[in-house]
């Protein structure tokens, strides 16, 4: 099943059932414009046999970014540098998708000291580093629309062969989902509809903007794990809204920077091995009653026999992998030539959860940076200095870049 081709309801197919799910490359220059290091990256990613690569998050508003060193592309300036990229990605005949991203709240104080959500709800709650947002104003919420099928566009033309709108996490679109953080009166908020109105606006402006032809994806969280949050029952009700929007590929997820799910230091204990390593397995199988959507499910997958099981269920139709890849980029191929049955690269953790996960982050972020310079991936790096070393290239990397951007 690993190796069995899938064709999109766009036409696309891809060549087997691995995907390189999407990480935070932290890679841009202080003009957000692809690097050579990026480049090189996606080299090595190319030559993986994931049939299918996602990039890490792509900005559509360079005044509010998840990472001073986030891609942006808002206009034609770096599409030359997003080329050569996308050239090495699917060298070896990759697919390779752009995701599409705008973090509404969940952006930096140093980026922006008034980052924008659907309404003015608190501050993100994470070391003090986000600021308290205001709420956008209709007119906004429209231009951003816009702005997503803009960068979908641009995507195009710089040869990504498809996009991912990422409505997971946390960032902007996953902000209008929950009532947590939208307590708008107006078209856009209230009931779970119009909560959801601006993810299907985005998604008809995508499809729009790229053609029938071109692959559109969306991630979804399955639920945001905070009480009184975005919850399984209304995701259900989203992915029916999403059914006949044009989407070839659903990408499951779940969290937010608050809950701490998206890096899976909120997992319950389960009962068998494959439910332990498969997350959101078991929101796959229900997802499969409500939608005819292809359907991605990431997080926790490490062994070959669990991936063929899931398949062979029919619960999902492709397995995202992402971080073991930032350790061993062959991973796929062997998987999918048999070579090779469990991985079992992960780094330890660090009891506080917090500190944990910028540790996690800081850790598979410094093995792509090697990645990205040449060199080999360093599997024994101590968390605890990962941790320290992230922290304090967040804070000068924000500097820099704000120091750069002054208006």
């Keep these: 099943m690993l190796g069995k081709p899938l064709e999109l309801g766009c036409g696309v197919s891809l060549s087997n059932r691995i995907a390189k799910a999407a990480m935070t490359e932290c890679l841009a220059d202080l003009k957000n414009r692809a690097t050579d290091g990026l480049e090189r990256l996606y080299r090595v990613w190319g030559r993986s046999g994931a049939a299918l690569l996602m990039s890490g998050n792509v900005m559509v508003d360079g005044r509010y970014l998840e990472h001073p060193r986030n891609i ?3 206009d034609d300036r770096g599409l030359d540098e997003l080329r050569r990229v996308a050239e090495a990605g699917r060298a070896e005949g990759a697919e390779l998708w752009m995701q599409i991203n705008h973090p509404g709240r969940q952006t930096q104080r140093l980026i922006a000291s008034r980052p924008v959500a659907p309404s003015a709800v608190g501050a993100v ?4 580093a986000f600021a308290r947002p205001r709420a956008l104003e209709a007119r906004e919420i429209r231009e951003i ?4 099928a803009r960068t979908a566009a641009l995507a195009k033309e710089a040869g990504f062969t498809g996009v991912q709108v990422h409505g997971a996490h946390g960032y902007l679109i996953s902000q209008f989902l929950s009532p947590l953080t939208n307590h708008r009166a107006d078209e856009w908020g209230g009931s779970l509809e119009n909560r959801a109105r601006f993810l299907l606006e985005v998604v008809q402006a ?3 903007s790229v053609g029938m032809g071109f692959p559109v994806s969306v991630k979804l969280n399955s639920a945001d794990f905070q009480r009184g949050g975005f919850s399984e029952e209304d995701s259900m009700q989203v992915l029916e809204m999403l059914d006949g929007e044009g989407v070839d590929l ?6 937010n920077y608050e809950s701490l799910a ?3 230091l909120n997992r319950e204990r389960r009962t068998s091995r494959a439910k332990r390593e498969v997350y959101f397995l078991e929101y796959a199988e229900k997802v499969r009653m409500v939608t005819k959507m292809a359907l991605m499910v990431t997080g926790g997958f490490r062994s070959r026999r669990v991936m063929e099981e899931a398949l062979k269920s029919g619960a999902l139709d492709v397995i995202g992998v992402a971080r073991p890849l930032a350790l061993d980029p062959s991973l796929p191929r062997r998987w999918v030539s048999g070579e090779v049955d469990r991985y079992e690269g992960e ?3 660090l009891r506080y959860r917090k500190l944990a996960a910028i540790a996690e982050l800081g850790y598979y972020v410094r093995q792509i940076h090697r990645l990205a310079d040449g060199q080999n991936p360093r599997p024994r790096m101590r968390l605890l200095s990962s941790a320290l070393c ?8 924000a500097f820099r870049w704000r120091q750069g951007h002054k208006r």
């Design 390 to 397: 992230h922290l304090g290239s967040e804070f000068w990397g």
């Design 347 to 349: 780094p330890g953790r």
């Design 145 to 148: 629309v816009q702005r997503f």
């Design 206 to 208: 995508v499809r729009k």
């Design 72 to 74: 942006v592309l808002e």
């Design 125 to 128: 709650k994470m070391f003090k």
């Design 250 to 255: 659903l990408e499951v997820s779940g969290g």
């Design 262 to 264: 998206t890096l899976g």
